[in-house]
């Protein structure tokens, strides 16, 4: 019987020896499989997130229509967004409150602040501030004026002024090219610049889309008219207001006073792909590079700020 041990000794070593190396080896495949042990000794591998798909429709304002088109292109062209699709249209600013704030529309983009615009429903939309515009009044390159005062040019748009040789310009008739009552681009201009409402005169012209605003301005003699920064170009005279020009480095140190806020407004808080969709817009990768490319000005870069009420205060 004692002779048998040493058989018995060498075969239990055998068996542990086995038994650890298997242990080993399921240890090993876990760690490269990336998977969990749980109670049961079992391993699992951890899922993936989901990969974010849906639509999104942001309307409004065509002042901000540029660059919400542009961050969408480049959005969609990234590898994880590619289940999302996002339609971009315009309609101006109360439109596009009232169609989020509607549910017809995910995404409301506005130049003015809801409160402003809405009688009911604005507390229930989020504010996601995502630019600075500055506008400016722009004329035909021919009527011979560079400069306005904020008389000057509240006499204009309310019709007491309807020639050009009254403002040190030429002998040609004021054709004043208007946005409708929807318009925050309008809401903005008569605010800031004009610091009080005005009447649509007969004989103006009224365009809803700034760039159909800036043809005309460009081809008609005599028009007059208000753009966003992001539309100036040779083909119109961009107007000095009470002698400063609508300049970034003006407009982000508070010398230039006809400016505001772009929104991009959700009915309560956004839903993932959506949130994906602003998220962007806010990345440097966008406020960097189209933000400042298109002619507006990155929120962080302002120095002062302005409330709802139009008051300004230096950071």
Known sequence: ?????????????????????????????????????????????????????GNVLAVGSTA????????????????????????????GSGTGLTQVSGGQADIGNSDVFAQEKLESGAEELVDHQVAVVAMAAVANPKVGVDNLTKEQLVSIFTGKVKNWKEVGGADQEIVIVNRPSSSG??????????????????????????????KLIAETPGAIGYLALSYL???????????????????????????????MYTKGEPQPHVKAFLDYVLSDAVQQADVKDLGYIPVGGMQVTRDVDGNVTKK
């Open 64 to 91: 901000l229509q540029p660059l919400v088109e542009q961050a969408a292109q480049k959005f969609m062209a990234e590898d994880q967004y590619k289940g999302v699709s996002v339609q971009v249209q315009g309609g």
């Open 233 to 263: 170009d040779d083909t119109v005279t961009s107007l000095k207001y009470n002698s400063v020009e609508a300049t970034v480095e003006n407009v982000e140190k508070g010398d230039y006073p006809v400016w505001a806020y772009e929104h």
């Open 185 to 214: 681009t309008r809401a903005t201009f008569e605010k800031y610049a004009l610091g009080t409402k005005t009447e649509d005169l007969p004989g103006s012209i009224q365009q809803d889309s700034s760039g159909t605003v800036k």
């Open 1 to 53: 019987m004692l002779k048998k041990w040493p058989f018995v000794l060498m075969t239990l070593t055998l068996v542990f020896l086995l038994a650890a190396c298997g242990s080993s080896n399921n240890a090993a495949q876990g760690g490269e499989t990336g998977g969990t042990t749980n109670n049961g000794g079992q391993t699992t591998e951890t899922p993936e997130a989901p990969a974010l798909s």
